[in-house]
């Protein structure tokens, strides 16, 4: 079992930064993939980006490439999402998910463990 708690969210102007993080605990979560992904009211979860504990190796979306930056703390055991220049579309709750190193990449449905989310609310 693996647990995420995100933290971090809140509201933003565009052109703003935020920064959000996922606490993970338990057993072996160090070999895990760490993503994340966001899901705004009437549309599909998206993949934001993801993240191996090793090496690291990321993996982003188009849509936030440049912007947005995945890093891990392994002695906390915090995952971060940095996020720079948000746009009003990308106002979301945002998810910490974790699978294993098999899984990494952007289908939402290889993630066995998921956080509550975190909402993030971007002002025009």
């Known amino acids: 079992q693996v647990q995420l708690v995100e933290s971090g969210g809140g509201l933003v102007q565009a052109g703003d930064s935020l920064r959000l993080s996922c606490a993970v605990s338990?057993?072996?979560?160090?070999?895990?993939?760490m993503g994340w992904f966001r899901q705004a009211p009437g549309k599909e979860r998206e993949f934001v980006g993801c993240?191996?504990?090793?090496?690291?190796?990321?993996l982003y979306a188009d849509s936030v490439k440049g912007r947005f930056t995945i890093s891990r703390d392994s002695v906390k055991a915090l995952v971060h999402l940095q996020m720079t220049n948000l746009k009003p579309e990308e106002a979301a709750v945002y998810y910490c998910?974790?699978?294993?190193?098999?899984?990494?990449?952007?289908?939402?449905?290889?993630?066995?463990?998921w956080g509550q989310g975190t909402q993030v609310t971007v002002s025009s």
């Open positions: 338990g057993r072996n979560y160090s070999t895990t993939v």
């Open positions: 993240i191996t504990w090793h090496d690291p190796n990321m």
């Open positions: 998910a974790a699978t294993n190193p098999m899984g990494f990449g952007p289908d939402p449905n290889v993630y066995e463990y």
